[in-house]
């Protein structure tokens, strides 16, 4: 009959990552949640704009300040945020 106790040889570690592929991937989530954040002004604005200039909830003003704050200094990137908003605004 075979011994039912586990194998004692040591599992193979995964293998380790360099600096340069940890870097490239914490860019690359960085820039997926850069890209998600901005896109949720599109449905949000509404509630932006009441906690921004009529006193509403505070926490979605102050969520999107680090928006705001780049689409003021970074004229293109102000430019095309403005622009994706103007497409959930009715008119």
Not at 1 to 8: A, H, I, V
Not at 43 to 51: I, L, R
Request: charged fraction near 15%; include cysteine.
């Amino acid at each position: 009959m075979s011994d039912p106790s586990p194998s004692t040889a040591p599992l193979p570690s995964p293998p380790r990552r360099s600096w340069r592929q940890r870097l490239r991937r914490l860019c690359l989530r960085l820039t997926i949640y850069w890209v998600l954040y901005t896109l949720s002004i599109g449905p949000m604005f509404w509630y932006w704009f009441e906690a921004h200039y009529i006193g509403g909830e505070r926490w979605i003003a102050a969520f999107y300040y680090p928006l705001l704050f780049v689409c003021d200094h970074v004229k293109p990137y102000g430019d095309m945020v403005n622009w994706y908003i103007n497409l959930w605004i009715l008119k």
